[in-house]
């Protein structure tokens, strides 16, 4: 059973940066990707970016492709999320998730175990 952790987040002024990390423990990483979405308040969890494990191949969604970057430190088994040039729109709890090789990255539901999250907070 894979097991996420999460660090990082906090508050920002609009344009700053934030790094978030996602361990990850439990199970052979190979047959997983790992996501990252997000969640404000009153709105559905959105996908942000993927990475597949054994591959690196990275997803992103349209509205966050050039200002944040998905990255995997196999040494570490960890998962991390750079953010740059952060907009008050990104502001919102982001979560670490895990799925198996196969389903569609960008959907929750393809998702089998979640972070507890963390929340990032940008103001203009």
């Known amino acids: 059973q894979v097991q996420l952790v999460e660090s990082g987040g906090g508050s920002v002024q609009a344009g700053g940066s934030l790094r978030l990390s996602c361990v990850v423990s439990g199970s052979t990483l190979s047959r997983y990707f790992m996501g990252w979405f997000r969640q404000a308040p009153g709105k559905e969890r959105e996908f942000v970016g993927a990475?597949?494990?054994?591959?690196?191949?990275?997803y992103y969604a349209g509205s966050v492709k050039g200002r944040f970057t998905v990255s995997k430190d196999n040494a570490k088994n960890t998962v991390s999320l750079h953010m740059n040039s952060l907009k008050p729109e990104d502001t919102a709890v982001y979560y670490c998730g895990a799925g198996p090789v196969g389903r569609n990255t960008g959907w929750a539901s393809s998702y089998d175990v979640w972070g507890q999250g963390t929340q990032v907070t940008v103001s203009s």
């Open positions: 990475i597949w494990w054994n591959s690196g191949t990275t």
